[in-house]
């Protein structure tokens, strides 16, 4: 994770896998899970969410179908494989090392030894 | 830009990818827009915020798009591998199913691919791997060319002409790679073969030596210090590869020399055919001021050049014309009619051996194409059986094309089976080849490696290919409807499938004519040259090499009396009939010398004599049983001090005297009568008849016969003529040589009849190997015609036993079974023998006394065939003999 952009990517993999993880969904579902659980704090754009799905489809992390949505029209579904669960555990577990690190970083009162 | 295969396949859904995608897109933006007039957005607000939420469409669309395509094209090949496992997996098991169908098959495939797989190796290391030398396509061999000789030799003071004022090659070199000489000085006298080289030769290929120094130009003239180099197999066998014998002295011939270097184990120094490497390698230049180096008429050594970089070898040997015609003015008399010409290296490697190699290459892919026949031939009949199968199949959904790829699959694993037995045969050809043919070029090297291996690869997926295809077609092409039809009622498999299996018989017979017909002119054209009459009676002689060394005989008497001594020991063995001395055996290759003719004017250049030349003892033509003609015999007073006198052969009196009686004519040795000839002249005295000296299938040039007692000679050939077994004689003679001098060895040993052997061996090997194809040719077409004849008399069954109800004869039945091979036979037997006709040519450069369109040999071939295929017929025509017409009709 050199560059920004990567960060950026990354995480957001990460955020799909998660938003996936309650079960399957088309991209526009993904994509309001993410925005409501955020409350627009992250700028994602929703275009990019399903680039995002296609590559970790490309990548065998996630499935999809074509279904019917809850309105009736036809719509493609994703949900996500063994191996994207398991990526999603590793990922998450990773995030919170990493976030835990820096917390502990930036919150310290006393100055490190 | 580079498109990956799958790519070309995406395109036929390509289209897919891009709707699914403008589907999911538009899916999104209504479901978004739907979300927000739910909270009270106006619909065209609605609609801009959620474009604008989506963002740049294009750009994601287009990176979905990629990752979509990519997952497309991993899926498609992975779905392609697992048809194709599955596509092998059933022909191997239908392959199983039928294991008499499969080893037959394969057998076949093997034998076609091994005996070409057997050939290419041979090819690839003869004529396709490069010489051993540094930038081999710059070498170039070359020779000078006289009137009436086509050796391609140099002589030594030529060539150092040569060498100063030539301009298109970097350098030129020579070497004579049949020195001999006895070695002393370590144990027993042994006899040890040896190559002379210019002091430039062995830089000039751009070898290696293994231990020191290589021979140098500052060893190369008459004075220098005697330096030799060792061939690394003879520093192995004979010094054990001790290091030490660098620097010690080796007594060759009674001279001391210095061992400074020990060549590369892979150096060659002839790339001549056939030639072994030397033991030892001495520097030419040493023996300049000695015969036969110091005559500049006499051509003795083999040249080679590099070219100079951007010149071709037409300019080079050019340049060296320009050099001749000064050599031809400045030595009028040795140089009269002197020419230039050269090759590539690699043509003088595979000159003699190229017609054959390649009449065999064609002979193994005619194999392989009736091999290709009769499998075609056999999945065809079995296809047959399975085209109710196949049609069950089309009828259950199978997609025509996936029936097609299947029988198709089925070819290629039973080509893949054939071509890795077909290696095995092929290692044991390549075995076999080397021991039937021993002295060709580079043969020896021939193994089964990496290229040869590809070959193999790649001919048995071309002949998977090739005998499936009309099985594939045919399959693909089953009548749903008619076949189970007709599946209802036996197993028929269609009029136009026994077609196309007679078509491919036929081509069959065919081939095998062409086969047969190349193989009859082989072999008719070797039982002329065997038949050959030599001029002389080989029967009972022996002959065998002695050389006493100048060193221990330094004067010629001495060695002279030692001979005689010799000769009178031999002559006192019991069952000795008649024991001679000569220079020269009365077969290919003897001496050559120019020689002028007293009564001839020298200015005729054009009928400049070259003429074999012989020192022989009287007896000569008496063991050798070679005709007298006319005049008087060589007699023992025509000694040393007598006048010099000369026997000629017919051929000399032919060629030069119109017919007429040369006794009496004058001539010497050399080209011109002028200042530089000073051998004296000599009066022929008599003629006899000529010998093959020029090979058995060459008009002789005439042989001239000088006494031994008038020249220097000190060693020769003792040929005998006993009543006694040739080991037998041979042990004497070698017990005979140590009374005389322990010291010399008893060299080349040999009866005349093996000496005669050893001329036709190379086209014996070429007859027996077309015979062996012809062969395995005519088994396979023999098992093509057995099979399809045999398949049609189960398929007519029902017709012919209709036929002996409505009271047809048995001999009718069988008339008509073997009349249908005898028809197939005809046509194919007439296409191959206008292909015989055809392609004849290619072979008259290896007949001899035989035409390439004999017509014997063509008749021969056919009726061999038709008696062949009649033999095939006859089980199947006895079996419908046989046909019981009650059984026959109820199993209709």
Redesign the interface.
């Known amino acids: 994770m050199a560059t920004p952009v990567d960060l950026l990517q990354g995480t957001l993999d990460v955020l799909v896998l998660k938003a996936l993880s309650w079960g399957p969904r088309?991209?526009?579902g993904v994509?309001?899970v993410i925005r409501d659980s955020t409350s627009g704090t992250l700028d994602v754009?929703?275009?990019?969410l399903?680039?995002a799905l296609?590559?970790l489809?490309?990548r065998g992390l996630v499935d999809s179908e074509w279904g019917l949505?809850d309105?009736g029209?036809?719509?493609?579904f994703y949900r996500l494989t063994t191996a994207g669960r398991q990526q999603l555990k590793t990922e998450t577990a990773g995030w919170q090392r990493y976030v835990q690190t820096v917390t502990r970083l930036l919150t310290a009162t006393t100055q490190p030894a | 830009m580079h498109v990956p295969t799958w790519r070309r396949y995406l395109r036929f859904w390509r289209s897919d990818i891009d709707a699914d995608l403008a589907e999911e897109f538009r899916f999104h933006v209504d479901a978004e827009m739907e979300y927000l007039t739910a909270r009270g957005w106006t619909p065209a607000a609605a609609r801009e915020e959620a474009l604008r939420r989506f963002g740049d469409v294009e750009q994601y669309r287009c990176d979905c798009r990629s990752a979509d395509e990519r997952r497309a094209g991993r899926e498609h090949r992975k779905e392609n591998l697992i048809v194709l496992k599955q596509d092998i997996r059933f022909a191997l098991r239908s392959l199983r199913q039928q294991p008499a169908f499969t080893a037959i098959a394969v057998i076949t495939l093997a034998l076609g691919i091994g005996a070409n797989t057997a050939i290419f190796s041979v090819i690839n290391s003869v004529m396709l791997t490069p010489l051993p030398y540094r930038e081999p396509h710059r070498l170039v061999m070359l020779w000078e060319t006289r009137p009436g000789s086509d050796r391609p030799l140099v002589s030594y003071p030529n060539f150092k002409d040569w060498q100063q004022r030539q301009r298109g090659f970097e350098d030129i070199g020579v070497y004579y790679p049949w020195a001999s000489f006895t070695m002393t000085g370590r144990g027993d006298a042994e006899r040890v073969d040896g190559a002379l080289v210019s002091g430039n030769y062995l830089q000039l290929l751009g070898v290696r030596p293994a231990l020191g120094r290589l021979v140098t130009p500052a060893d190369d003239s008459p004075g220098s210090a005697r330096v030799a180099l060792l061939d690394n197999g003879f520093f192995q066998s004979r010094f054990g590869g001790d290091r030490s014998v660098l620097g010690s002295t080796l007594v060759l011939d009674d001279q001391a020399y210095t061992v400074v270097g020990v060549l590369a184990p892979d150096v060659r120094v002839s790339y001549r055919a056939g030639d072994q490497n030397p033991d030892v390698v001495l520097p030419v230049g040493l023996f300049a001021a000695d015969a036969p180096y110091n005559r500049r008429g006499q051509p003795d050594l083999f040249a080679v050049g590099r070219l100079k970089p951007d010149v071709t070898v037409q300019q080079a040997v050019s340049d060296l014309q320009r050099v001749n015609t000064e050599l031809r003015t400045e030595y009028p008399g040795e140089n009269a009619g002197l020419g230039a010409a050269g090759a590539p290296l690699m043509y003088g490697v595979v000159r003699f051996i190229k017609p054959a190699l390649q009449i065999l290459m064609a002979a193994v892919a005619l194999v392989l194409l009736i091999a290709c026949a009769n499998v075609s031939s056999l999945v065809l009949s079995r296809s047959a059986a399975r085209q109710r199968e196949f049609a069950l199949r089309t009828a259950l959904g199978a997609a025509r094309g996936h029936i097609v790829r299947q029988v198709l699959t089925e070819s290629v694993v039973l080509a893949l089976a054939g071509g890795t037995l077909g290696v095995g045969i092929a290692v044991a050809g390549v075995r076999l080849l080397l021991t039937l043919q021993r002295g060709a070029p580079r043969l020896a090297d021939s193994h089964v490696n990496t290229p040869v291996l590809l070959f193999a690869l790649g001919v048995s997926l071309l002949t998977g290919l090739l005998f499936g295809l009309a099985p594939a077609l045919q399959s693909g092409s089953a009548q749903l409807v008619s076949a189970l039809k007709e599946g209802g009622r036996g197993t028929s498999g269609g009029a136009s499938l026994q077609r196309t299996r007679a078509a491919l018989t036929v081509a069959e017979v065919a081939l095998a004519v062409v086969l047969l017909a190349g193989s009859g002119l082989l072999v008719r054209s070797f039982a002329r040259l065997t038949a050959v009459d030599p001029g002389f009676q080989p029967s009972h002689v022996i002959a065998a090499m002695v050389r006493l060394p100048a060193g221990k005989y330094p004067s010629v008497e001495q060695a002279r009396v030692t001979l005689d001594q010799l000769l009178a020991k031999v002559r006192a063995i019991p069952g000795v009939q008649s024991a001679t001395l000569g220079s020269d055996l009365p077969i290919c290759c003897q001496g050559q010398s120019t020689i002028s003719f007293a009564s001839r004017p020298e200015a005729d250049q054009s009928k400049l004599a070259l003429l074999n030349v012989a020192v022989v003892d009287p007896e000569y033509f008496e063991t050798l049983q070679i005709p007298f003609v006319g005049g008087r015999h060589i007699e023992t007073g025509d000694r040393a001090g007598a006048p010099l006198v000369a026997l000629v052969s017919e051929r000399v009196a032919k060629k030069f005297f119109a017919g007429a009686s040369p006794i009496g004519e004058r001539l010497r040795l050399g080209g011109g009568g002028q200042v530089n000839n000073t051998s004296s002249w000599r009066t022929i005295v008599g003629v006899v008849r000529d010998t093959r000296t020029d090979g058995l299938a060459e008009a002789p040039r005439g042989t001239l016969y000088l006494p031994r007692a008038q020249e220097k000679m000190r060693g020769g050939f003792v040929i005998v003529r006993s009543t006694r077994p040739a080991e037998q004689m041979t042990a004497q003679l070698r017990r005979a040589l140590a009374e005389v001098d322990p010291d010399v060895p008893l060299e080349r040993v040999q009866t005349m009849d093996a000496a005669l052997a050893v001329e036709v061996e190379g086209p014996k090997f070429s007859m027996l190997m077309l015979t062996l194809f012809a062969a395995v040719a005519l088994a396979l077409a023999s098992v093509g015609i057995y099979g399809v004849i045999s398949y049609n008399v189960t398929q007519r069954t029902g017709e012919i036993g209709v036929r002996v109800a409505l009271g047809a004869q048995r001999r009718d039945v069988a008339a008509l079974v073997v009349g249908q091979a005898m028809a197939m036979a005809a046509v194919g037997v007439a296409i191959g023998v206008l292909l015989a006709l055809w392609g004849g040519k290619s072979l008259s450069a290896m007949l001899f006394g035989v035409g390439p369109r004999d017509p014997l040999v063509l008749g021969a071939a056919s009726v061999f065939l038709l008696a062949v295929a009649l033999a095939a017929a006859l089980a199947p025509a006895l079996r419908a003999m046989r046909i019981d017409p009650t059984i026959a009709m109820r199993a209709d």
């Open positions: 088309h991209g526009h994509a309001r754009t929703d275009g990019s399903y680039v296609h590559r489809e490309e949505s309105k029209k036809r719509a493609r």
